[in-house]
């Protein structure tokens, strides 16, 4: 019911495609023990997503899941994502080269650390030694 009711009545009649923003590992106790911490998370993907547009704004629809597929705790965000955007005058404009995921990957990753360590959960030394790895896990 709640598919079918986004799919009629939230988004708009253009492309959209799935999009996930996974956490590593190391990273995801902070968010078991405190859920007010997934506001990092929705903020750090929609400011990644933003950091590669220009021109108009995206439509993205974002969820949290905490569950992976072994019951796992894995919190991570699901999303639909328009494939363009609307421009100042209320048009889609379709985008016209995909996103470079490697970027959106880099970028969400540096604004979660960044957050964690804003808030003094994770040492910079930590976040830096995270992010220097080949596979983050992000």
């Known amino acids: 019911m709640f598919a079918e009711h986004v799919h009629e009545r939230v988004l708009a009649p253009v492309d959209h495609r799935h999009i996930v923003f996974s956490l590593p590992k190391r990273l995801r106790a902070f968010f078991r023990y405190d859920r007010s911490l997934h506001g990092i998370l929705f903020t750090a993907a929609w400011q990644t997503i933003c950091s590669q547009i220009e021109g108009g704004n995206p439509g993205l629809i974002l969820v949290v899941q ?9 919190p991570h965000l699901h999303g639909i994502l328009s494939d363009g955007i609307w421009g100042p005058d209320g048009t889609f404009i379709p985008f ?8 959106l ?9 960044d957050a964690l360590v804003a808030r003094e959960l994770l040492h910079p030394v930590h976040a830096e030694a995270l992010l220097a790895q080949v596979h983050t896990g992000f």
């Open 96 to 103: 016209v080269t995909p996103l470079d995921t490697s970027l």
């Open 105 to 113: 990957v880099n970028n969400f990753a540096a604004r979660v650390t």
């Open 66 to 74: 905490t569950a992976g597929e072994s019951l796992n705790h894995n």
